[in-house]
């Protein structure tokens, strides 16, 4: 199972926890991520320079392919996109800058993703997050707090998640969530256990 101490993005999913249950914990692959602040009004023009749709309601989550907007607030958005689609990202946004007032600021090496899959998974985000995920849409996002760590939580799909994570506390909500998944495992193996 991969380390938490040292945390490397060398294979799309570093898997961090696998169950009986189906249920599995993994980094995400390597993401570049932005903060964007500016008017709702503009949030079309915006689409544009990011080439996919971008939320209006908050809670909202738009995916292109491996691209992911999410919106935060009133007047915040978080974009991700592959690697090597930061750069024209950022040409894209400079160049809207003298039609737009806006604010993107490059925040990709501040977080990190976890992705939890599997029937278990609600259940175990649930350990320690206040949130009822069977309430949160698929598409949807909130943020939240995991134990004492802020998250941003994405539900993928039905029983996908996606927590973002300031990168210092990766080790801490990791093992929590490892934590976590064992209890669930133990107890679904002790209730099925003829």
């Known amino acids: 199972m991969g380390d938490l101490q ?3 993005h060398d294979s799309p999913h570093n898997l961090l926890f696998s169950g009986a249950s189906g249920t599995t914990l993994a980094m995400a692959p390597e993401i570049a991520r932005f903060s964007l602040g500016l008017a709702p009004e503009n949030l079309d023009k915006a689409a544009g320079a990011f080439g ?11 995916r292109t392919g491996q691209s992911f907007s999410l919106c ?5 958005w978080q974009l991700m996109v592959p690697m090597a689609l930061a750069n024209p990202l950022a040409k894209n946004f400079a160049h809207l800058r003298a039609e737009v007032p ?3 600021v490059d925040i990709t090496h501040r977080q990190i993703g976890l992705i939890i899959s599997g029937p278990l998974a609600s259940a175990i985000i649930g350990a320690g997050c206040p949130l009822d995920l069977s309430e949160m849409p ?4 909130a943020r939240s707090v995991l134990d004492k760590v802020q998250v941003i939580i ?3 799909d039905e029983y996908t998640y996606h927590l973002e994570i300031m990168r210092s506390f990766v080790p801490f909500a990791g093992q ?3 934590n976590a998944a ?3 495992e133990a107890e679904l193996a002790l209730n099925t256990t003829p």
């Open 52 to 62: 996919a749709p971008i939320p209006g309601k908050v809670g909202g989550m738009a």
């Open 176 to 178: 929590f969530l490892r």
């Open 6 to 8: 040292n945390i490397r």
């Open 138 to 141: 698929v598409n949807g996002c």
């Open 72 to 76: 935060l607030g009133p007047d915040e």
């Open 154 to 156: 994405m539900k993928t």
């Open 182 to 184: 064992n209890q669930y």
């Open 102 to 104: 806006h604010s993107l």
